[in-house]
């Protein structure tokens, strides 16, 4: 569910990314990453593999390398690792983790050997039972279904040269999900709260809890003299997975994101976005989200029900184009709403 979810946002985005990327050098591509310079040897590392990934942030300063996120698997992580050499010989010496999602932190064992910066929501998320976080889980039944809805595909097909591509995709596919078995999730071993500084060579590195969003220990990095933020999965130019957030604080973080002085934001999922007057968009929405569903549970609607009926299609400019939302993030909602704190 969570793989569909983020391939649906992920495709959705790179259609509003097509016309709003600044970037203007190009990708530099190893066997396994693409790597974008953001500005001023900040990078945005993405897998060039079909399968669901997030994305890194690799910061390249005078003497080292500062990471952001560890990707979906250790294995994925090695590759980066790898893959940075291309840029730098610069040493990786400080992980952040932006939070503790597994697409996000589940490579954090190959990264053992530094420190990783992490907010304490995280650090306890990642320190308890991450294996039986309902979002992994979903991610591990999403590997499941997509290996049978590939053979099945495979199976169906009747033209040779498509069942060979599909036969192809499905041993990336498979090697991927195996990549799963040696997961051991590490926590950050540096936790914040509020705000952590790094200074390494002339960069200054701003790492910036903005109140719960996405999850409930977001970090923002701000990179001042860059103008740059690295957002996670708190800002996209549209809006994220809802089902681990706080939809009713979330639009205050957005704001709080939009008062820094900067014109190009990193997600945590497809490119830079450069049109911050998304922002606001998305904490309108947000903001209808959230009251509509407390009507919808205040009348004794039933989430399941709700999702079907919940009317958003105001938000022309998001774009909701049908009546609906995703079950998850409503029964989010509803649980936020009997379970306030
Ligand atoms: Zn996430």
Not at 110 to 124: K, L, N, Q, R, S
Not at 153 to 160: F, S, V
Not at 191 to 212: P, S, V, Y
Request: aromatic share 8%; glycine share 6%; with cysteine.
């Amino acid at each position: 569910m969570l793989h569909s979810i983020y391939r649906h946002i992920a495709v959705t985005l790179c259609g509003l990314f097509a016309t709003l990327s600044a970037n203007s050098s190009e990708p530099i591509l190893t066997d396994t990453h693409r790597f974008t310079e953001i500005r001023d040897n900040i990078w945005l590392a993405q897998t060039t593999e079909p399968v669901f990934n997030s994305n890194a942030l690799v910061i390249i300063n005078e003497d080292d390398v500062v990471l952001i996120d560890s990707h979906v698997t250790p294995n994925k992580a090695r590759q980066l690792i790898e893959s940075i050499k291309v840029l730098t010989s610069n040493p990786i010496t400080t992980l952040i983790n932006s939070h503790h999602h597994w697409d996000h932190a589940h490579g954090n064992q190959v990264f053992a050997d530094i420190p990783i910066i992490g907010h304490e929501f995280t650090y306890m998320r990642l320190a308890t039972t991450p294996l039986e976080e309902p979002t992994y889980v979903r991610g591990l039944e999403g590997n499941a279904s997509g290996l049978v809805r590939i053979q099945g595909q495979i199976d169906a097909e009747q033209d040779p040269e498509q069942k060979k591509d599909l036969q192809e995709y499905l041993a990336i596919f498979s090697a991927h999900v195996n990549d799963f078995d040696e997961i051991d999730p590490i926590p950050p071993t540096i936790t914040m709260n509020d705000r952590m500084t790094l200074f390494r060579g002339d960069r200054e590195m701003q790492i910036i809890f903005l109140g719960r969003a996405h999850t409930g220990g977001d970090l923002a990095v701000y990179f001042p003299d860059s103008k740059v933020v690295f957002t996670g999965d708190m800002a996209f130019a549209g809006p994220s997975f809802l089902g681990d957030g706080y939809v009713d604080e979330w639009p205050q973080t957005l704001r709080n994101l939009a008062k820094l002085d900067f014109d190009i934001f990193v997600p945590g999922h497809g490119g830079p976005v450069t049109d911050l007057s998304r922002l606001e968009l998305v904490a309108l929405y947000y903001e209808d989200l959230w009251e509509k569903s407390e009507a919808l549970h205040h009348a004794g609607v039933p989430y399941e029900q709700a999702a079907k009926t919940i009317d958003l299609t105001n938000h022309t400019e998001i774009p909701i184009r049908n009546i609906g939302a995703d079950p998850l993030a409503i029964e989010r909602i509803y649980y936020r709403l009997e379970n306030p704190d």
